[in-house]
């Protein structure tokens, strides 16, 4: 009895897609990627990418298929929605929140902020718009 299988026979049986992989991981990295947004937002694809033992291309796949938006996007807007709810209901500074995301200056997250809300944080803060 022969119980070492060939290589053509192991081709048929081993046979997995990029697509297929990427598809069935995908509702397992999507609540890590979720929990990693909520609970270690930073502004870098690369970070999310380490912690997930991913590329950043597999991570795009997924967030394009999930949320119809890069993962820069994806993530670039969760940083402004936690920007927005640390400017309005807390005591944070806006040099504060700078560190809390990782910007190096306050200027970038002020631009960063004003390019996705239209506003610059501290009027966001105040409510009073120019």
């Known amino acids: ?4 299988w060939n290589k053509e026979q192991l081709s048929g049986i081993c046979e997995i897609s990029a697509e297929s992989v990427i598809s069935n991981l995908w509702p397992y990295r999507a609540v890590q990627f979720n929990e990693l947004l909520e609970s270690a937002p ?5 970070y999310y990418t380490q912690l997930l033992n991913t590329t950043a291309q597999n991570l795009n796949v997924w967030c394009r298929k999930e949320y119809d938006k890069t993962a820069s996007e994806v993530i670039s807007g969760n940083i402004v929605k936690e920007a927005q709810r640390l400017l309005r209901y ?19 997250i002020v631009k960063y902020f004003k390019r ?9 803060k105040t409510g009073i718009i120019p």
């Open 1 to 4: 009895m022969e119980f070492f």
């Open 42 to 46: 930073k502004n870098e694809v690369a």
């Open 90 to 108: 807390t005591e944070l500074t806006v040099t504060e929140i700078t560190f809390k995301f990782d910007f190096k200056d306050v200027s970038h």
């Open 116 to 124: 996705h809300h239209g506003i610059a944080p501290k009027h966001y």
